[in-house]
């Protein structure tokens, strides 16, 4: 119960606005993410100053593709990537509904700091009029049957 709490204390709330501006989020940092903060900020300070070394170079790369990897534009695009490239999974996922904007399927987004794959493809599963229908019914039979 102590971690929790000391965990809580740490951690910030920030306003993150989408690299668009699209989607202002409203999140918690973990100690984790403000390490990379902080470690991007300080690298980004000393190249306009003296200027970077090469390994310190590959540090800053590192740590931008570290923070970009979790961002909901990047998995918007993973997504939007495989539709096109017709892969099946999405196809049946996303079923005869056509594929949304990206304002329209961040607007369905939980409200977090770092998404992952799972969150844009259940985000996108939303979509599908068929099947949200389908599970509304047999959600609704089961209760029928149960009185």
């Given amino acids: 119960m102590a971690t929790k709490n000391a965990k809580k204390a740490t951690s910030t709330k920030v306003a993150?606005?989408?690299?668009?501006?699209?989607?202002?989020?409203?999140?918690?940092k973990s100690k984790?993410?403000?390490a990379l903060e902080e470690r991007i900020q300080s690298l980004e300070l000393k190249q306009s100053t003296e200027g970077l070394t090469r390994i310190e170079l590959v540090y800053l790369a590192n740590a931008?593709?570290?923070?970009?990897?979790?961002?909901i534009t990047r998995v918007y695009r993973e997504i939007q990537l495989k539709f096109k490239a017709k892969d099946s999974t999405i196809l049946a996922i996303i079923g005869k509904s056509e594929f949304p904007t990206f304002k329209q399927w961040g607007e369905l987004m939980p409200m977090k700091h770092q998404?992952?794959?799972?969150?844009?493809?259940?985000?996108?599963?939303?979509?599908?009029?068929?099947?949200?229908?389908?599970g509304k019914v047999e959600k609704q039979n089961k209760v029928v049957a149960a009185i």
């Fill in 64 to 71: 931008y593709e570290k923070r970009e990897c979790k961002s």
């Fill in 32 to 34: 984790s993410q403000i």
């Fill in 115 to 134: 998404y992952s794959y799972f969150d844009g493809v259940r985000t996108l599963s939303k979509f599908n009029k068929v099947a949200v229908t389908k």
């Fill in 16 to 28: 993150i606005v989408d690299v668009k501006g699209v989607l202002p989020v409203l999140s918690e």
